[in-house]
């Protein structure tokens, strides 16, 4: 008889071969010497569509690779990796690991970033969104009060991380040492609650954050801080590099609206006001990014908010759209069948519009397209002449494609029909080593998968 500790689960047996995947990789000399690459796989990643078990069959490899990682925008990347919640019980020491792995990454010289304000801005934006006990509020508390020495906009950023920590749902009543730091939490934000430079956005985002906790029994109400929230969003004029960021930093820390059908659609209406054309495209990719995050946690177009479906305006904006990192962010939005069903003309607009952006001349454009069809299969809502198509294309794009930006999307996704070893094996030929890995990384898979097969 087989020795049962021989059988591992299928979620185990993922995170092995994404492991794999990873440290395969690190030994390749244009991987390690190239953090543009770095960053661009591990943004691909983030991008595609995935299960909540694909997603949390990641976190190993994501926890190893922040361990090692040194580069600022990798690092970036790797703070916003999706972490499913509940996490699968196999998946929680993989979440501990990762928070450990940047616990760790504190970095005692200058070539680390970790030892740089914006390095220990990153780590500290991480570990709020991972670790939501309130044991570490005074932690943070003393990370916020240290901020205020900093100059204004690494001060601003600083506190933007912070102000994303949420309560967990389960955490219970507070009492002790635990309920005095969260009365002191919540007064450090209050203090800057109204004023009326950039610490009122911030202090209104964290307040939001507790409110919504039922930590403010005697504060503003959920209600009320979402429409300040977004007043200051909308009235704010982005005008630095850095202030961008911070807008995203903020927006990917608020959740849907939690009360009532109606006041959910009056909020996503007002927010749809900040993706319109003369809105600053900065601030669009913030809101897009926002908004399609809730719907693929089930708060727009599924269950009781089916009706309140984005694909219509989804389609409006593809026909304008050409800023590539608004596309991006737009490509996370992936419908469900239902949603098409109540659209079907928006859908095939949207499907025609990311086919015909496939083949920008831009690669940011051709790289959000490419994630989008893909997300689109994913989500089973694809016909099957629009199936045919995607093959089609992916082959021709493999082909065709120039750069290795356009070819590291191509690699990670996997349309319908065997793998097109030979077309790929066509392109380790290439004079770009990028271009080269590109493909060695597309074979390397295939060989994975047919070994386990075996």
């Known amino acids: 008889m087989s020795d049962p500790s021989l059988f591992v689960s299928p979620l185990v047996r ?93 970095g005692s010289t200058d070539w680390n970033p970790a030892a740089t304000t914006w390095g220990k801005t990153i780590r500290l934006a991480a570990l709020v969104r991972l670790d939501r006990r309130p044991e570490r509020l005074p932690e943070w508390l003393t990370e916020a009060r240290q901020a205020m020495d900093l100059e204004p906009e690494d001060r601003y950023l600083r506190l933007a991380a912070l102000a994303g920590w949420r309560p967990r749902p389960d955490n219970g009543p507070l009492h002790g040492d635990k309920a005095e730091a969260a009365e002191a939490w919540v007064r450090f934000w209050e203090k800057s609650y109204k004023s009326p430079d950039m610490d009122g956005l911030i202090a209104a985002a964290a307040l939001l954050h507790l409110a919504e906790a039922g930590w403010l029994p005697s504060g503003p109400s959920p209600e009320r801080l979402r429409e300040e929230f977004y007043w200051w969003v909308r009235q704010w004029s982005i005008g630095t590099y850095r202030e961008a960021k911070i807008l995203r930093i903020l927006l990917a820390f608020v959740p849907a609206d ?65 800023e590539g990192d608004v596309l991006q962010a737009m490509a996370g939005y992936i419908p469900e069948a239902a949603e098409v069903s109540a659209h079907p003309e928006a859908a095939r ?18 790289f959000a397209a490419w ?44 349309p319908p029909g065997t793998c097109p070893l030979a077309t790929w094996a066509g392109r380790l030929s290439d004079q770009d080593d990028r271009c080269r890995l590109a493909a060695q990384l597309a074979i390397h898979g295939w060989l994975v998968e047919v070994m386990e097969a075996d």
């Open 14 to 106: 993922q995170a092995a071969r994404n492991l794999h995947t990873v440290e395969w990789l690190s030994g390749n000399d244009t991987w390690c010497s190239d953090w543009c690459y770095r960053g661009t796989f591990w943004r691909t990643r983030r991008m595609m569509a995935v299960t909540p078990d694909e997603a949390a069959a990641w976190l190993p490899a994501v926890a190893v690779t922040v361990q090692r990682e040194t580069g600022i925008f990798v690092l970036e990347e790797l703070t916003r990796w999706p972490l499913p919640e509940p996490l699968p019980p196999e998946a929680i020491p993989w979440r501990d690991a990762l928070i450990q792995s940047w616990e760790q990454h504190r």
């Open 258 to 322: 939690a009360s009532a059908p109606e006041r959910r659609r009056q909020d996503i209406t007002d927010w749809l006001e900040l993706i319109r054309e003369n809105v600053h495209w900065e601030k669009r990719e913030a809101v897009w990014d926002m908004l399609a995050a809730w719907q693929r946690e089930g708060g727009i177009g599924r269950g009781q908010f089916q009706e309140l479906s984005l694909l219509p305006d989804l389609a409006r904006a593809l026909e304008w759209e050409e």
């Open 371 to 414: 994630v989008a069809r893909w997300n689109l299969l994913r989500a089973g809502v694809l016909t099957a002449e629009e199936q045919a198509r995607l093959g089609a294309d992916y082959m021709d794009a493999i082909r065709s494609q120039e750069g290795w930006l356009g070819l590291l999307p191509l690699v990670q996704i996997q």
């Open 349 to 366: 607009a949207v499907i025609a519009h990311w086919e015909a952006l496939s083949w920008s001349i831009y690669w940011d454009v051709r």
